[in-house]
């Protein structure tokens, strides 16, 4: 059974920093792309993060935290992160992340992050 597992999230300043890890079970990690979504509160999901599949070569971002956040995968541990700098108020939100494998999508439970002095 796929399962991903967020962890990292927490309360942080105005241009603080935080890193958040999803470690995944239950499939084979290096075939998988992954994905970071975010929802704030009263809004809906949103795409924030994309690594493609073995080595992740490539990475994509939305254009509100390019520059800011790194995605990043470490396929020995079978987990993915997500490196965030300069943050504001405008990243709060739960932090979730995905993957999708013949059709289903899989999801974390997801993690807080919050930012506020």
């Known amino acids: 059974q796929m399962r991903l597992v967020e962890s990292g999230g927490g309360l942080v300043q105005p241009g603080g920093s935080l890193t958040l890890s999803c470690a995944a079970s239950g499939f084979v990690f290096y075939r998988q792309a992954m994905r970071w979504y975010r929802q704030a509160p009263g809004k809906g999901r949103e795409l924030v993060a994309f690594i493609s599949n073995a080595g992740g070569d490539y990475t994509n971002y939305a254009n509100s935290v390019k520059g800011r956040f790194t995605i990043s995968r470490d396929n020995a541990k079978n987990t993915i992160h997500l490196r965030m700098q300069s943050l504001n108020a405008e990243d709060t939100a739960v932090y979730y992340c995905?993957?999708?494998?013949?059709?289903?999508?899989?999801w974390g439970q997801g993690t807080q992050v919050t930012v506020s002095s």
């Open positions: 995905q993957t999708t494998s013949s059709g289903t999508e899989y």
